[in-house]
């Protein structure tokens, strides 16, 4: 059991490039978030996703796009990287139960420089 | 969901407990407690939540006050591997709503030998 993995751990990107950056999960759960995360900042919200084929805004979601074609995998894409871009990205998972969604479980980070 | 505050640093000493603070005096009657830790560069982890009853885990103890204005979570023998950063958040568990957790500035404890 793997729990969360991200692909890949680092990247450096030009200015204008763009990647996709991938998440997944072996724990059969529903809900999937990607959270960046500035120097000295707590995480921020940029995507999320309650299920399969299903994704909704953040708090921080310009200059992204998601998709979630499998339940297991959530992809992050920047179509053209910024230097304000430039941070650690975590993706999480998490299952509902009973009265709602339960605590997630994150990744080990992805660290991307946009130069 | 309502806003925290928490102490930006703390010490503790090894063997100690530690006693995180947190306040949320606008917290609403469905909003629940959570408390996260980020040990440098690796992604948070899931410490121990609570609605209105104290609760405990294996790792740590919750204690929320009567009005439920704030929250104590206490580790109670830290050790040097409890450095990290302690997040307290407080959301709405709502059944497919997403369960989106809004992290501030935390509270950086130090556990020194």
């Known amino acids: 059991n793997a729990g969360v993995t991200q692909t890949p751990k680092f990247r450096v990107l030009k200015t204008g490039q763009s990647m996709t950056l991938l998440c997944a999960q072996d724990?059969?759960?529903?809900?999937m978030y990607w959270y960046r995360q500035d120097p000295g900042m707590g995480l921020r919200l940029i995507h999320y996703s309650v299920g399969e084929g299903t994704t909704a805004k953040g708090e921080v979601p310009d200059g992204y796009n998601v998709s979630r074609l499998k339940k297991q995998n959530f992809l992050l894409g920047l179509e053209s990287a910024a230097p304000s871009q430039t941070s650690v990205y975590f993706c999480?998972?998490?299952?509902?139960?009973?009265?709602?969604?339960?605590?997630?479980?994150f990744g080990p980070g992805t660290r991307l420089t946009v130069t | 969901d309502a806003k925290t505050t928490q102490p930006p640093s703390m010490d503790c000493a090894e063997g100690r407990a530690a006693n995180l603070p947190c306040n949320h005096s606008t917290i609403s009657g469905n909003e629940y407690v959570y408390w996260y830790r980020q040990i440098h560069s690796q992604g948070p982890q899931y410490i121990i939540h609570?609605?209105?009853n104290n609760e405990t885990n294996e790792m740590a103890s919750l204690i929320i006050t009567e009005d439920r204005k704030s929250s104590t979570l206490i580790l109670p023998h830290a050790t040097l591997r409890d450095t990290a950063v302690y997040y307290c958040?407080?959301?709405?568990?709502?059944?497919?709503?997403?369960?989106?957790?809004?992290f501030g500035q935390g509270t950086e404890l130090s556990v020194k030998p």
């Open positions: 609570g609605l209105k």
């Open positions: 724990m059969n759960h529903e809900y």
């Open positions: 958040i407080v959301r709405v568990v709502v059944y497919n709503q997403g369960g989106k957790l809004i």
């Open positions: 999480a998972s998490s299952y509902t139960r009973g009265t709602g969604t339960r605590e997630q479980y």
